[in-house]
Each structure stands twice: as C-alpha cells, then as structure tokens.
C-alpha cells in the first residue's frame, strides 16, 4: 500500500510511519502537532520545525546557498 501511494502522488523523499502519536518518532523528535516538518542541514543539524509548508520552499532554497557555499 505504502509503494502505491508513492508511486500515484510521485513522492521523492524520505518518509516514516511514526507509529502513532504516542510512537517511538514522535517521543524522540519532540513532535506536538500533525503535520510536523522537521528540516535537518546537510550536517545533520536540526534547523527548522514547520507545521505548516508556507516557508518550506525558502527555506530549502536558503539551506541549498548554504551548501553550496561550503
């Protein structure tokens, strides 16, 4: 089932089930509301929470400037 919908909607990035609000994901990254998006660096640094995708795109466009000046 999981293999279909990535398929049908062409989703190209890593996902997880999180088991649940109560799961092992959710305890882990500190997640209190649904959807969370949780943006990490190219050095695996933590550098924004979303709860909504409004910023994503500048803020995916900032973290690529950022690596490529690296």
């Known amino acids: 089932m999981a293999r279909a919908a990535v398929a049908k909607h062409g989703i190209n990035w890593r996902s997880w089930w999180a088991e649940g609000a109560d799961g092992t994901i959710p305890k882990q990254w500190q997640i209190e509301s649904w959807p969370t998006m949780i943006v990490i660096d190219a050095h695996g640094i933590v550098r924004h929470r ?17 690596t490529e000046r690296s």
Do not use: F, K, N
């Open 50 to 66: 979303l709860t909504s995708a409004q910023d994503l795109d500048r803020i995916i466009d900032t973290l690529l400037r950022e």
